[in-house]
């Protein structure tokens, strides 16, 4: 199934689903509001999307968006649904009811970006110590300790 | 065998008192957890109840170094993050940035990336194999794994001059063009090794030792691999059959013959036993490859020096020796990239352990660990 | 042949050994070092490949094994980061004195290609633990690093363990064959000049 097989599929199984999908650079994009990722994300893995193959997020100034891209082994294209959440109050559901594989996925989001998920059973800090202060991949972290390359390029 | 935590009756010791639970803190310096990790096990008298990984050793904060290199700059950065198979991120994260800049990748190249490739995918697997036959007591295996691994190392050290941490996939094709004699020393060595590969079949996986310790340890079902997100062997051991180089195929995969290895239990055995003999299929699929490759350039025509490409960003993944490796690159339009994540397949495999170790012994959580054939430098990046 | 060696011929006509007992100790030390391999990230591959057919580690003497406690040398192969150099301290205070650390790789020398940018990387791992001996490399070779254990021994065979006191170095005992480290392939290969570790011999020793 390709790209526009895939959006006609989308569109004709959740009308509503379908203005909010998008593609670019051959991957199938769709947009969700942060109250809709579950049910959206519920709806794909009826879908037959029934692998979670990463969740990423991206420090975008005001909002940090979000990005979950799901895999199928029937539906031979990836998919990536992504929503924003505000920087001042970054929360969303926990996708780990839906697929486990968001176990750890989640727990380094919230290591590295501070986004809260909320039902997820063990949101703890994964790849920092738990008394590390701040969260370093936003785009604002400070740390004395960095020794900034020299721009050569 | 697992055993079952739930239906055990508390032991009880002469006056009554029931053993209570240990806590044992395995690592994160320790000779058989490949790397720097540590698994805190709460274990009752022999049996695991509860392990609970803990990463993070050597998280060194490449995705935040990318953050300030230029697109080639990263290249480097990406060797080290898998050290056993340096090749695949180099592959992965060109293909991305490929897809992000439009660049077409001429196809000697991406013949070129298919042989070093599958040569490190038996490098890799090779590794694995003698690790997990050195946690069961088997050093002789790991012994003849290492010296396959080494004549691959040795073809890799002759192609780009580093034994380790090759940089050889760029962004636009590869760094330079095969040596003189280099298909040659390939094929001689890819020829020999199905024989050395089945005599390893029945020296170790044939071995009474080695079915006992890893037949029916940390039992992997299909649909728990699918939903943890296991990919590569791991999964494969469990009879998930999903493999990117078929299913969803990238550069010339779909020129080639090959099959895919499939367990049936999802055990330690057979995760180890896939692995082996998907080294073999890589040695099918190098064959092809050097048979079809025909002369040309090996990198895109008018590559500019500082690529910029335009805003949005790109996913791409191919089938590392782990499983999935994925990398999302995100570009704000300049010479460096916005945000770099890397899907690490071990990390995903990785937290598998807390599900599969309960019920075993803590040499079987070894075993288990082996099996899942962890590279710290990919799972805490 | 060492200076005492000489002295002894000298003084009976015939090859008689003297020395202080300090100076065969450290040489006997020096002849076998357990190494504990602290391997962390990539040069940890290297670092096993030396033990390996190709190149053999054992027949210098030096043999991996990993229990601080019944270890000399502590190589630390790859990236210390912050969260890691606890624990590596605690594995050096554990092992027995005399100790040496060997840093091999970068990233154990400085940092390496984690000197920038990055949060979490020990620049080196002088800044906790005492370096003896810097391999550099990313990662070393095989032979780097036995190369790395060779001139350990040296260091170890002239400076005494009595405090302030270092051997000269024509009180140090030979080695046996004095070998340089090489893989088994170096055979095939054409010959490079050998170059001795030590001065040799100025001459005037009965032979």
Known sequence: MNIEELREHLCSRYPLLCPLFSSEFGDGTLTVEPDDLHRAAGDMKELGFSRLDVVTALDRGETFELVYRLESAEIRTGLSLRCSVPRDQPRISSLFDLWPAADWQEREVYDLFGIEFEGHPDLRRILLPDDWVGHLLRKDYVDDRVVKRPDYI | ?381 | MALVDRIGRALTGAPLLLTSVDALVDWSRGQSLWAMPMGTACCAMELIAASFSKFDFDRLGTFPRPDPRHTDVMVVAGTVTRRMAPAIARLYEQMPDPKYVVAMGNCAVSGGIFFYDTYSVVRGIDEFLPVDVYIAGCPPRPESLQDGILQLRELIQTRSIAAGHSHPREMVLPSAGDERAGSVDARERPSVPHVPVRPTDPGGGPE
């Not at chain 2, 013949?111 to 490098?123: D, G, M």
């Not at chain 2, 020999?192 to 037949?215: S, V």
């Not at chain 2, 009879?239 to 020129?255: E, I, K, N, T």
């Open chain 2, 1 to 381: 065998m697992a055993v079952d935590i739930e239906s055990r009756t508390p032991v009880e010791d002469a006056e009554g008192r029931t053993v209570e639970e240990l806590v044992v803190n395995i690592g994160p310096s320790h000779p058989s957890t490949h790397g720097v990790c540590r698994i805190i096990a709460h274990i009752d008298g022999e049996i695991v109840t509860r392990a609970e990984p803990v990463i993070g050793y050597l998280h060194r904060g490449i995705e935040k170094m990318c953050e300030n290199r230029t697109y080639l700059q990263i290249v480097p950065l990406t060797d080290r993050l898998d050290y056993v198979g340096s090749m695949y991120a180099n592959w992965a994260y060109c293909r991305a940035v490929e897809r992000l800049a439009s660049i077409r990748v001429p196809e000697r190249a991406e013949y070129i990336r298919v042989i070093t490739c599958e040569l490190q995918r038996i490098a890799s697997h090779m590794m694995a194999i003698g690790s997990s036959g050195a946690d069961t007591g088997a050093f002789t295996m790991f012994v003849w794994a290492f010296d396959v691994r080494e004549r691959v190392v040795e073809l890799f050290e002759e192609l780009c001059g580093a034994r380790l941490t090759y940089s050889y996939v760029r962004p636009g094709g590869v760094a330079r063009d095969l040596p003189d004699g280099w298909t040659d020393a390939c094929r001689a060595v890819v020829d020999r090794l199905p024989a050395k590969i089945e005599e390893m079949d029945r020296l170790f996986f044939g071995n009474t030792i080695a079915r006992g310790r890893l037949k029916g340890v940390g039992v992997l079902s299909a649909d728990d691999a699918v939903a943890w997100g296991a990919s590569g062997p791991t999964a494969r051991g469990s009879g998930v059959d999903w493999d990117l180089r078929r299913d969803d195929p990238y550069s010339v995969y779909p020129r080639f013959d090959f099959d895919i290895p499939l367990g049936d239990a999802g055990d330690a055995y057979d995760r180890g036993r896939c692995r082996l003999w998907e080294a073999v299929e890589s040695c099918r699929i190098i064959t092809q490859a050097l048979d079809q490759i025909e002369p040309g350039p090996v990198h895109a025509e008018g590559f500019p020096r500082l690529l910029a490409p335009r805003q949005g960003d790109a996913y791409d993944r191919i089938e590392s020796a782990r499983g999935t490796l994925g990398v999302f690159v995100a570009s704000d339009g300049s010479t460096r990239p916005y945000r770099v994540k890397f899907r690490s397949p071990a990390f995903c495999n990785l937290a598998l352990i807390g599900r599969l170790a309960p019920g075993h012994t803590i040499s079987d959580l070894v075993v288990i660990l082996g099996s899942l054939d962890p590279v710290f430098g990919e799972v805490d990046r």
